[in-house]
């Protein structure tokens, strides 16, 4: 364990200790970090209290491929859909420095980002972490990998028997080897087969995505 998961996970132990919990609905702190910001309200989706499931996910909203410019990034729909459905708790990647609104602009930065295998800043911190053993982890692909801000959060936190279920949308990549680099980056977890949804059609045809999300939610014990 290097000494950034150390630490994470000495203050994650405190903090079960105290009894908190990133069950509780965003007003109660689901989250905390250096700015305690009404962000964290917007972006939390309450999942059942207790829950021992944890999902994360980073998405992005404003103007994107073969969708325009929308309001709820990709990923964020399917996730807040399979939180709905597991009762999972929700810890959403908030960038420090979030990225532009124009879809050219953020490739150009996460191109640069990519080539120099940056690790972009997390506002946000997943308080009690040691009480979850599942994370369903949410992405898109970026320039056919992980954006590096996933790859920032995976570093940051020890998996020690933790088992990951990743999923992604994206724009025609598919999977691109992703739970590959997971499993790379985190060796110590147990990193299931990904599920991969076409972005513009969790976006805007929800419905035709819905039952190939539920199959992966049932074939992963999530739901019955
Ligand atoms: C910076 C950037 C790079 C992207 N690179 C790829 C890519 O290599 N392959 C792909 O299929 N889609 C790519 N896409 C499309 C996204 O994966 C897709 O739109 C995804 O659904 C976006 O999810 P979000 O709305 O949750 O951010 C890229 C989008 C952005 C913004």
Same mark, same amino acid.
């Not at 009404?38 to 989706?45: C, I, L, R």
């Not at 690790?119 to 979850?132: A, D």
């Not at 992980?146 to 279920?165: C, N, Q, R």
């Given at each position: 364990?290097?000494?950034?998961?150390?630490?994470?996970?000495?203050?994650?132990?405190?903090?079960?200790?105290?009894?908190?919990?990133?069950?509780?609905?965003?007003?109660?702190?689901?989250?905390?970090?250096?700015?305690?910001?009404?962000?964290?309200?917007?972006?939390?989706?309450?999942? +059942?209290?207790?829950?021992?499931?944890?999902?994360?996910?980073?998405?992005?909203?404003?103007?994107?491929?073969?969708?325009?410019?929308?309001?709820?990034?990709?990923?964020?729909?399917?996730?807040?859909?399979?939180?709905?459905?597991?009762?999972?708790?929700?810890?959403?990647?908030?960038?420090?420095?979030?990225?532009?609104?124009?879809?050219?602009?953020?490739?150009?930065?996460?191109?640069?980002?990519?080539?120099?295998?940056?690790?972009?800043?997390?506002?946000?911190?997943?308080?009690?972490?040691?009480?979850? +053993?599942?994370?369903?982890?949410?992405?898109?692909?970026?320039?056919?990998?992980?954006?590096?801000?996933?790859?920032?959060?995976?570093?940051?936190?020890?998996?020690?028997?933790?088992?990951?279920?990743?999923?992604?949308?994206?724009?025609?990549?598919?999977?691109?080897?992703?739970?590959?680099?997971?499993?790379?980056?985190?060796?110590?977890?147990?990193?299931?087969?990904?599920?991969?949804?076409?972005?513009?059609?969790?976006?805007?045809?929800?419905?035709?995505?819905?039952? +190939?999300?539920?199959?992966?939610?049932?074939?992963?014990?999530?739901?019955?």
């Amino acid at each position: 364990m290097n000494m950034k998961k150390t630490v994470i996970a000495f203050i994650s132990s405190l903090l079960v200790l105290c009894g908190c919990s990133a069950s509780q609905p965003a007003s109660e702190e689901p989250v905390s970090g250096p700015e305690e910001t009404t962000e964290t309200e917007e972006t939390a989706v309450p999942g +059942e209290a207790g829950g021992k499931e944890l999902l994360v996910y980073f998405s992005r909203a404003g103007e994107n491929w073969d969708v325009g410019v929308v309001e709820k990034g990709n990923t964020r729909i399917a996730a807040e859909y399979i939180a709905e459905k597991t009762g999972a708790d929700v810890f959403e990647i908030i960038p420090v420095v979030p990225y532009p609104e124009n879809y050219n602009e953020t490739l150009a930065i996460a191109q640069e980002e990519k080539d120099n295998q940056a690790r972009p800043e997390i506002k946000n911190v997943v308080v009690n972490w040691g009480s979850y +053993e599942t994370i369903i982890l949410g992405y898109p692909i970026w320039h056919g990998d992980l954006p590096m801000i996933v790859y920032a959060f995976l570093e940051s936190y020890d998996f020690t028997g933790k088992t990951v279920y990743p999923f992604n949308t994206h724009g025609g990549s598919g999977l691109a080897g992703t739970p590959d680099k997971i499993r790379a980056v985190i060796p110590e977890a147990d990193v299931r087969d990904g599920l991969a949804l076409t972005g513009k059609t969790v976006q805007n045809d929800f419905g035709s995505v819905q039952p +190939e999300i539920d199959a992966w939610m049932h074939d992963n014990n999530f739901i019955p």
